[in-house]
């Protein structure tokens, strides 16, 4: 996986060989307004809006796009459908156990980029990902 050009969307779609297509930005654009994982079944729901016309086969083929040129991933709770989420700093989420709700959590880092791993030298961490469950503020009452 790549990571995304400095200059944007449109950079990145073109230099990993993809085309621009309007229903390709319509789904980056509806991942980038609402921070709040969702699934491409949300997406799907929330690009109809403005696209009438875009198929759910359309939303997980783009989704497909996005995660492989490196400006999305793909969070996994459980057995739960796969969620979406356009921050591609190091973080962890954190799920509500009570609403579902799913927050991204910032890495905690010692120093300029180690991170806090108690591994053997000869493990090499390529990419990591955490989880942490409770409830959130609104649940929390």
């Known amino acids: ?19 621009l297509t309007p229903q390709r ?12 994982h969702p699934t491409a079944t949300e ?18 083929n783009c989704l497909e796009t996005l995660v ?6 793909q969070v996994n709770v459980d057995r739960e459908a796969t969620r979406y989420c356009p921050n591609l700093e190091d973080h962890g989420h954190f799920i509500c156990e009570r ?6 959590v910032p890495t905690a880092k010692k120093g300029r980029s180690e991170k806090s791993w108690h591994l053997p030298e000869e493990f090499i961490v390529t990419h990591a990902e955490f989880t942490l469950r409770g409830l959130c ?3 929390n009452t």
Not at 68 to 73: E, P, Q, T, V, Y
């Open 1 to 19: 996986m790549t990571k995304p050009a400095a200059n944007g969307y449109e950079e990145t779609i073109s230099h990993s060989g993809h085309r």
């Open 25 to 36: 930005r319509e789904v980056y654009d509806v991942l980038l307004a609402e921070r709040d």
């Open 43 to 60: 997406l799907f729901i929330r690009a109809k809006k403005r696209m009438p016309a875009i198929s759910l086969a359309t939303v997980y």
């Open 68 to 73: 492989d040129c490196g400006l999305a991933k």
């Open 99 to 104: 609403c579902g709700k799913v927050t991204d």
């Open 137 to 139: 503020p609104d649940c």
